[in-house]
Structure formats: structure tokens, C-alpha cells
């Protein structure tokens, strides 16, 4: 029995998974208050589902890449309930949960998954036959345009995610799947659990962040000149 949640996009998703199925799942898109909802999506979902917070076996949540602020609520919240509830917590990398429900059941060809990354960039990872083979990593978005363009100009590959269309060169739409699923984030790891997904999936509970900060710690004193 899961929780799940991923705060590394514009969305806030939460799910309850039994290891077979979601018993229920809750998408917010706020991008600027994920630390005021996530709490009582959690809350809402577990009553949904019928489970209480004792019968859960692990937290799996979403580690990015993502904006600081946003991302750090997601990691810390499921560190915290981790912790509080004596349960493991499980990350899983927040385009590889959107790259798995573009595949679906059957994973082939080729794919790269975008979000916004701000500041005019966007992270991105390449997969082939559901495996990442590319990233993740931050870049400006026609520099994931010169590396799918073929010979006519065109993309080769199927491109989705919320930064889809600044990468198409079509404008600042998305291509569906844009946002993580909380319930795909929550099947993945069940399936991770029990041996049956490729290797290397579940990630450490630190957030992909990919950059610096913009705040920095103050550098030394400079000298000052007598006159």
C-alpha cells in the first residue's frame, strides 16, 4: 500500500496505490502554492481510498528535476511522513513517470519528455524502448530542437511534456502526457518493489535540481581604500 505525490511541475499529484491498482488519486495545477495544498490533497486521498496512514508500506515520491521551491515540498513532506509513520520512501525521477504513461503497457521507440525548467530552459530526457538513455538535464530549448531535428528539420522522435511545444518550435503548448500522474508515479515503484521493472528506476530521496540557486551565501568583504 502506497502513497504517492510528485510538487516538481506546475502540479501538485497525489495518489493511494494497493500495489495493483490506485484506489484514488487527486491533480492540482497551482504552481505557486504546492506547500498550501499538498497536506489536505494527502489527507483527502486517503480518505477517498479508505486507508488509513498505519496501513501504508512506503511514501513513493517524485524527485524532480524541478524548480527549487516546488520540488523541495514534495521531498520533504514524504521524508517527513516517511519518518513519522515508520515507513521507506521511494524516488522515482519526475520524467520518468511521464515518459511511462506516454509508453503505456508497451514501450517502444523512441521519446523525450520536457518541462518547464524556467529562465527560458527546459528539462529534458531521451528514452528508448521506455529506457533513458539521455539526461535529465537543463538546456535551452532549441538545443533539444537541433538534437531531434532530421534531415528535413522535423523531430524523428515523439516529444511530450509541458515544454513540448518550445521545443517543437510551435509555441508554448504542451503534448499530453504534460504533467506527472501520481498513480503511474505509485505503479512504477510497485512494480520496481517487486522485481519486475528495468533496473535503475528508484532513485535516492534528493531533489534533482540541475542548477544553482539564485540566492547565494555573501562572498567575502571586499577590501575598502583609504583615501
Known amino acids: 500500500m502506497l502513497l504517492a ?60 528535476p524541478g524548480p527549487f521551491t516546488g520540488l523541495r515540498v514534495g521531498l520533504v513532506t514524504a521524508r517527513a511522513l516517511g519518518h513519522a509513520w515508520g515507513v521507506p520512501v521511494h524516488g522515482v525521477g519526475t520524467l520518468d513517470v511521464i515518459a511511462a504513461e506516454a509508453y503505456g503497457d508497451a514501450p517502444s521507440g523512441e521519446l523525450v519528455v520536457v518541462t518547464d525548467a524556467r529562465r527560458h530552459e527546459v528539462y529534458g530526457a531521451r528514452y528508448v524502448a521506455g529506457r533513458r538513455v539521455d539526461g535529465p538535464r537543463v538546456d535551452a530549448p532549441h538545443r533539444w530542437s537541433e538534437l531531434l531535428a532530421g534531415p528535413d528539420g522535423t523531430a524523428p522522435v515523439r516529444v511530450v511534456g509541458e515544454a513540448a511545444g518550445r521545443v517543437l518550435g510551435t509555441g508554448g503548448g504542451g503534448v499530453d502526457p504534460c504533467l506527472p500522474s501520481a498513480g503511474v508515479l505509485a505503479g512504477l515503484v510497485a512494480r520496481a518493489l517487486t522485481g519486475s521493472d528495468p533496473a535503475g528506476l528508484l532513485l535516492p530521496v534528493v531533489p534533482l535540481y540541475l542548477r544553482r540557486p539564485d540566492a547565494q551565501p555573501p562572498g567575502a568583504e571586499k577590501p575598502v581604500l583609504r583615501p
Open 5 to 64: 505525490l510528485d510538487t516538481a511541475t506546475s502540479a501538485v499529484t497525489v495518489a493511494v496505490h494497493d500495489g495493483d491498482r490506485v484506489l484514488a488519486e487527486s491533480h492540482r495545477v497551482d504552481p505557486r502554492r504546492h506547500g498550501e495544498v499538498l497536506a489536505p490533497m494527502i489527507a483527502a486521498v486517503l480518505v477517498q481510498a479508505g486507508v488509513a496512514a498505519g496501513e501504508l508500506d512506503g511514501v513513493a515520491v517524485g524527485v524532480g
